[in-house]
């Protein structure tokens, strides 16, 4: 799921970067728009996460967020979760991110976005990411993994690591009693 989340997070808001250099006048822009502006803005920054398809990803989370609840309660009838399920809407997902975009982006830069997200490399862009990003992921896991064995080795090393220096000490008691 946290793949997931992030590959979401990631489309939502990866390419942002790319057409967006982020003013103190910019990210205030909501107290200066009427509401029809407002409006027509938030409505723009629907049809900007539909087109990228980040709203579909918020029903796929949705299911792996209840997955592991129905393993807890493995004596619930698969009706229930069938009517749960159907209760939650992902839009509500989509609700919550509006106005994040609307924090940080002027209705141009949405603009923008959309025009980027129509093209071919946008186009290719929304069919890699999930891939792109769940490799960059582990990726990460394992260079974080290797800095920190590099890290314990050098702990190690210089004589910081508890562990090494009980060994150490134990081992050198244990020759002291050899030798009597």
Not at 13 to 30: L, N, R, V
Not at 75 to 93: A, G, H, R, S, Y
Not at 129 to 151: C, F, N, Y
Request: net charge positive.
């Amino acid at each position: 799921m946290k793949k997931q989340l992030l590959c979401f997070t990631m489309l939502v808001f990866g390419c942002g970067a790319i057409f967006s250099q982020q003013s103190p006048s910019s990210t205030s822009s909501t107290a200066s728009q009427t509401a029809q502006q407002q409006s027509e803005k938030r409505a723009e920054i629907r049809k900007l996460i539909e087109l990228t398809g980040a709203a579909n990803v918020s029903g796929d989370a949705l299911k792996q967020i209840i997955a592991p609840i129905r393993q807890t309660f493995p004596q619930v009838p698969e009706k229930f979760w069938e009517e749960f399920t159907k209760e939650i809407d992902p839009q509500e997902l989509v609700d919550l991110i509006v106005p994040i975009y609307d924090q940080y982006y002027t209705l141009d830069d949405i603009h923008a976005l959309t025009q980027f997200y129509q093209s071919p490399v946008g186009q290719k862009t929304i069919k890699v990411l999930p891939q792109l990003s769940a490799q960059a992921i582990d990726a990460g896991q394992q260079w974080g993994k290797t800095v920190a064995e590099r890290a314990m080795r050098k702990l190690k090393q210089q004589g910081y690591d508890k562990t090494s220096s009980r060994e150490s000490s134990g081992q050198a008691r244990q020759s002291q009693y050899r030798s009597r």
